[in-house]
């Protein structure tokens, strides 16, 4: 079968790999590093490319370039199979293949991933050489962080806009590159590279698809597998997971009403759905939770001073497709008043990184966050939008006219030709940025760091509500267009302006739906949790009165286990395979209606089975479940 050809679009930048075959090393001393690179000069001379960054590993090579044409990305690499090989192999006396097949590549979304992608090779040899105590010699780290000069390296256009001088840029992406690479985008970019895919943001992807004619984003592994599973139980586990998680912050749930009144109108309460009631009355369908904790702490001054709160339910929103159709959401809102500093968001996003982790989550999540300043500074910088697309308003579209007049930075998100052609020289809203909030944001972003919390600053990153200073989102990439997991921030103005009273709020809202389904993508295995723990089979129709109290006693010793009484009266052995289908950890068969009368205790997890009486069945139980209760009485948390 004939090879897929290479994804390859002009002007893109390529990240590629080599590695040593069985993943050999292929650098051993010095001196193959330094024939390496000499390899590499004279292709730089040879062939039209533009290098970024590269890494050497012992066994593996990594690069970040611009190539000007197919053809010159095969020639570098060609040049490098026909000249170092062979030195390779004659000086250790071997012979055939050095590297591991063919090499991998990946395109890069430059606006969105290139300074990552450059990260992720530059810092590629960190642990180990910090692990030997040396500096980061063989790789273009100490290029593009100022250090030395290496005349084989030409700056990317994204890596240019970082200051205006080199040592503005350098100190930058020093600063950069000191938060940590999160285990989501190397995943990702793994799987970019192993499948000659683009790494890019969805909306990126689907427009270079239309054009090439074939997909470019990673596929996932393995065929859908197909099972009927209780889907009750897979919400109320991670509803749970949740519940934990913010009682172990101290959150104090509370409960906020369906249906809003009319007026009060604000940036949260335009997601309300009108809904008419009996009696010419109509309410508002709640499209989110703020605007019902605005009024509840409104109503209870108490909270106004450092309160923290939770609440989860249903919300309602207009389909995207026709806004007559309501559809319905699963949500858990996380609410924080009086509290001013950037402490409570950082404890929020450590909160958020902390759940998703408890889910397995942490290598499939992303973490984006921008700063707005003050609301004065946000109008200013959209004072300066409209100026700037004032003489294009005559070809623009009506949409784009409403966006202009209201929230002008939507327009920095679109993916329309023009629109994406003036993004780069539009005003950046870090231009407009006090001194105050930029020590602020700086503050939080080392602060993350410190804590290891992976973030990716994306500064066309802007509130669709009324938040100030901090923005942030979550969002999976496998997820395509559904990508946003959670969001949040600062209101304070906001808040202040509803309360009309000074207070300061902080909040976040976990969409439960698209994490379900991000689950069931990836680990579907925590969603078949043991439902039942015990299964009590009756060995002859008169056990089965014994069997139904052996449950009963069960019950009162473990009130935080599932236990099931089989009531089929079925053949002992079709009982026993029905009781393992069910997930059942322990099975017992009752053989007698005796009270004392020894029972047959099976352990699927060990293979064991043993006749006991009720008592050792008791310790048996005891000491191998997992009996702790979960944060909501009679709920079993095994993944807890």
């Known amino acids: 079968m004939s090879r897929t050809s290479r994804v390859y679009v002009q002007g893109l930048p390529q990240l590629i790999q080599l590695n040593g075959h069985n993943n050999d090393i292929v650098f051993h001393d010095d001196e193959d ?37 197919k053809e010159d990305l095969s020639r570098l690499v060609q040049h490098i199979g026909r000249s170092y090989v062979p030195w390779f192999n004659q000086k250790y006396h071997r012979s055939g293949s050095l590297w591991e097949g063919r090499y991998n590549s990946s395109l890069i979304e430059p606006e969105a991933y290139l300074l990552i992608a450059q990260k992720f090779v530059d810092t590629r040899l960190g642990e180990l050489h910090a692990a030997r105590g040396e500096r980061l010699t063989w790789s273009s780290y100490r290029n593009n962080i100022g250090e030395q000069q290496q005349q084989m390296i030409t700056p990317h256009e994204q890596y240019l806009r970082l200051g205006h001088t080199p040592q503005e840029r350098a100190t930058q992406y020093a600063r950069f590159i000191q938060s940590p690479l999160g285990p989501s985008i190397e995943k990702r970019l793994q799987d970019c590279l192993n499948q000659n895919r683009l790494l890019g943001t969805p909306q990126y992807c689907q ?81 989110e939770g703020t605007m019902g904790c605005l009024k509840m702490i409104n109503q209870h001054p108490h909270l106004q001073s450092m309160s923290k709160l939770w609440y989860e339910g249903v919300m309602f929103r207009s389909s995207a497709n026709s806004g007559e159709h309501i559809q319905q959401y699963q949500q858990i809102g996380v609410e924080a008043f009086g509290y001013a500093g950037v402490d409570i968001e950082l404890e929020q996003l450590a909160l958020q990184y902390d759940f998703f982790k408890s889910l397995g989550l942490q290598e499939n999540v992303e973490l984006k966050i921008n700063s707005t300043g003050t609301q004065k500074e946000l109008a200013a910088f959209r004072t300066a939008l409209r100026a700037f697309y004032q003489p294009f308003i005559g070809v623009f579209e009506s949409e784009w006219t409403e966006c202009l007049a209201m929230q002008p930075e939507r327009l920095l998100r679109s993916d329309h030709p023009l629109l994406a052609r003036l993004r780069s020289i539009a005003p950046e809203i870090g231009d407009f940025l006090g001194e105050e909030s930029r020590k602020r944001f700086d503050c939080l972003l080392e602060s993350l760091t410190k804590i290891r919390v992976p973030f990716v600053v994306d500064r066309w990153l802007y509130p669709s509500n009324a938040y100030c200073h901090t923005h942030f989102e979550w969002h999976c990439e496998k997820l395509m267009e559904h990508s946003l997991l959670c969001r ?34 990836t680990d579907k295995h925590l969603l078949k949790q043991q439902v039942t723990d015990v299964v009590i089979i009756p060995g002859s129709p008169a056990a089965s009165t014994q069997a139904l109290n052996i449950g009963r006693s069960l019950r009162k010793t473990f009130p935080q286990m599932s236990i099931a009484n089989d009531f089929s009266h079925m053949r002992v052995t079709a009982c026993v395979r029905n009781a393992r289908r069910q997930g059942g950890r322990f099975i017992i068969v009752v053989s007698s209606e005796e009270a004392a009368t020894e029972v047959a205790i099976y352990d699927r997890d060990s293979g064991e089975e043993q006749r006991v009486n009720l008592a050792k069945a008791i310790s048996i139980l005891s000491h191998s479940l997992n009996a702790s209760p979960g944060c909501r009485g009679g709920i079993n948390v095994p993944y807890g």
């Open 33 to 69: 590093y330094l024939t390496f690179l000499n390899c590499l000069r004279r292709a730089d001379e040879l062939f039209d490319f533009a290098l970024h960054a590269w890494t050497l590993l012992p066994h593996q090579m990594m690069m970040l370039l611009t190539p000007q044409t």
């Open 207 to 287: 427009q270079l698809e239309r054009q090439l004619h074939r997909p470019v984003q990673p596929r996932q592994a393995g065929r859908p597998r197909k099972y009927f599973h209780n889907q009750v139980t897979d919400w109320a586990w991670l509803e749970n997971q949740a519940a934990c998680l913010l009682s172990r912050y101290c959150y104090q749930e509370v409960r906020l009403p369906l249906l809003e009144s009319e007026g009060n109108e604000t940036a949260f309460t335009s997601q309300n759905q009108k809904f008419p009631l009996a009696g010419n009355h109509s309410a508002l369908l709640r499209g």
């Open 488 to 521: 949040g921030g600062r209101y304070d103005e906001c808040a202040t302006s509803v309360l009309e009273t000074p207070i300061q709020a902080c909040g976040f809202a976990l969409m439960l739906d698209p994490i379900m389904r991000l689950l069931r993508l």
